[in-house]
């Protein structure tokens, strides 16, 4: 037998048996309620993969230290309450997950040290409170995930070949320079509202982001916190950025390679000099804006040409939306603005695809909307949709010049799941009885 998958069964205790299996390269006792391992399982110095996830195993024997072959260990939602010293010995290991392990706390220790060849390393969620410094002696590991790891004190020096780093944004106030990861891709911070203890320190020091010029998708999200000035147009190959913006003029500059850009917490108007590089710029994602107007004006209009998304959610000051100028829109998505009263320029947008408005109760009229010849995906308050105009149909439906019928129109209003492309001509199809 070379793999034994006991996934979500009913089985509640492995036989000492398991040791005879001496040719097993995987075994899965995933989401079982198995409640601990027989040291037999070190017998089985053939295997390569091993998941407990989502047991109620709560320690490892140390036997596991014997399968010098492994290279997968999966502890994802398992009861376990800390690693085992052993777990250095685990020399050909490559990937360890260890996320949403709510009883794992403590120190994770030094001997994980030893695992050389370890590429990815996930404890997110854990409740550790020191991660050793040893974890630097490990030259292979590409991704390391310590998000919402709140418990954790600091950040220890790491590896410098990291490609990914995820940590919890109130290790931002501890943190050394990480300017020397050079080699990072991807870096995501994220957290809530930093602690009391957190504001006493200040804002965090974060100008050596500036210096990771590899990264090509960053995340610095924490709730009600200004940071202070960044130039991110350092970093010629960004193409996604999601930040807390409290104040916009605190973002002095956007690499032109930024595709996806995502602010949270906007309190004061963008100014054009934020978006004067922006030229790739395809999407704009706006959470909990907290401005009354947004407005896109001619030079804003110009900037983002190649703007093709836009997504305003949880803005409840929101009240006025004017996007004329954004002529290559092709999504407009406003959900939970429940103060949205107006919107001005939606019958200029002739590129107009799709139009959401979900949980905007305020907003009492829409422009004419007659004239756009694109739209195929609308969603509006109920209060509206007697109110609208029948637009034309999408030339790639072949109904030239043909007009919906308001019959047809509320049923695609109600239709409001965006389905396969044939399903949706089908669906018009029947509706006209072709």
């Not at 596991?64 to 997968?72: A, C, E, V």
């Not at 395809?282 to 107007?293: D, F, Q, V």
Request: neutral net charge; hydrophobic residues 35%; contains cysteine.
């Amino acid at each position: 037998m070379l793999e034994l998958d006991l996934s979500e069964s009913k089985i509640i205790e492995l036989p000492v048996s398991i040791g005879n299996l001496k040719k097993l390269r995987k075994m899965s006792l995933h989401q079982t309620n198995i409640k601990k391992i027989p040291d037999q399982i070190g017998e089985i110095e053939s295997l390569l993969e091993l998941d407990l996830s989502g047991t109620d195993i709560i320690e490892l024997p140390t036997s596991i230290g014997n399968l010098k072959q492994l290279k997968i260990l999966r502890l994802d939602e398992c009861a376990i309450r800390e690693l085992p010293k052993v777990i250095g010995m685990l020399e050909n290991l490559k990937a360890l997950h260890a996320n949403f392990c709510g009883n794992m706390k403590g120190e994770i220790p030094s001997e994980i040290g030893g695992l050389s060849f370890c590429t990815k390393l996930e404890m997110t969620k854990s409740k550790i409170r020191r991660l050793s410094t040893t974890i630097n002696k490990l030259s292979h590991l590409q991704q390391l995930h310590l998000d919402q790891c709140n418990e954790l004190e600091q950040l220890p020096d790491l590896p410098v070949n990291l490609k990914e780093l995820k940590f919890s944004s109130h290790l931002l106030w501890t943190a050394h320079d990480l300017s020397c990861l050079t080699n990072l891709v991807h870096l995501h911070i994220r957290g809530d509202t930093p602690r009391l203890l957190e504001f006493r320190l200040g804002v965090p020091e974060i100008e050596w982001i500036e210096r990771l010029n590899y990264l090509e998708s960053l995340t610095l999200v924490t709730g009600d916190v200004t940071f202070p000035p960044i130039n991110l147009a350092t970093l010629s190959r960004l193409q996604i950025l999601e930040i807390t913006c409290v104040d916009p003029q605190s973002l002095m500059g956007l690499p032109s390679t930024l595709e996806k850009l995502t602010l949270h917490d906007v309190k004061s108007p963008m100014g054009r000099s934020l978006f004067s590089n922006s030229t790739n710029l395809t999407s704009l994602y706006l959470l909990n804006c907290r401005m009354r107007e947004v407005e896109f004006d001619d030079l804003l209009g110009r900037q983002l040409k190649e703007l093709h998304s836009l997504e305003l959610k949880d803005c409840a000051m929101l009240e006025r939306l004017l996007v004329s100028r954004l002529e290559g829109l092709q999504v407009l998505s406003m959900r939970g603005c429940p103060g949205l009263i107006e919107t001005r320029g939606l019958e200029k947008l002739e590129s107009l695809v799709s139009l959401t408005f979900d949980g905007c109760g305020s907003l009492k009229e829409l422009p004419d909307l007659s004239k756009l010849k694109k739209p195929w995906h609308l969603i509006v308050p109920d209060q509206l949709q007697e109110k609208l105009p029948c637009p034309h149909h999408p030339d790639t439906w072949d109904h030239h010049n043909s007009v919906i019928s308001r019959c047809l129109l509320r049923k695609i209003i109600e239709y409001r799941y965006q389905q396969p492309t044939r399903e949706r001509k089908n669906f018009l199809s029947s509706s006209y009885g072709r």
